[in-house]
């Protein structure tokens, strides 16, 4: 039995019997943040199969648990597929390198859309049709929507199955979260991130 996403009718089914039930007369209606949570929390309970094409690092400044656990990840799935990718998106010019002799490295980038630009024109040319993203988890739905953006501009079908990290310190002095979320709302007017309507219309695949 097929289960497919939406974001109207669960919500709607549940106000609908919680109103019979306790005749509630005020409702809460949904933010785009609250619906951010909602993608977020679909994205997380996402699992990636044992064998892909490739593993993708989004890597950050001063953050090298991504690429530790990306190359993790690509030694396990070797072990199934020894041929499996290993791409690492662009870092900052300092950066002197990831260990890993054949990962494909983008080199420098200024952001993270300079990244997905990258990413997808190496999934296209290197057929990759199935793929890990690997960021940190307050990352993953922005890197995570640009990447899927990008997908869509260049008419190139793949999955993506994301492996968030969890940084060292969660509770960072500065609230991240809250900039990614500033961030998404920029980037999704500007045309570089995929619509919430979009990323659930993507993500329906993993669900049904």
Known sequence: MERSLHFASPVDNFIKSRRRSLKMERIMEATFESNLALVSLLLGNIKYPEIVDAVICLPGEEENNRQEFAK?????????????????????????????????????????????????????????????????????????????????????????????????????????????IERIKAYQGKGDVTSLEGLLLYLNRFYT
């Open 72 to 180: 993790i990840l690509v030694s396990k799935f070797r072990e199934k597929k020894p041929g499996t990718l290993f791409l690492v998106a662009g870092f900052g010019p300092n950066h002197k390198g990831y260990g890993i002799e054949d990962a494909i490295q983008q080199g420098v980038a200024e952001n993270t859309l300079d990244q997905a630009v990258w990413v997808v024109e190496k999934m296209s040319k290197l057929h990759i049709r199935k793929a890990v993203i690997v960021t940190a988890i307050y990352h993953m739905l922005r890197g995570y929507a640009t990447v899927l953006r990008q997908l869509e501009k260049n008419g190139f079908s793949a999955s993506l199955f994301p492996a968030p990290v969890l940084h060292s310190n969660i509770f960072f002095e500065e609230n991240r979260m809250q900039a990614e």
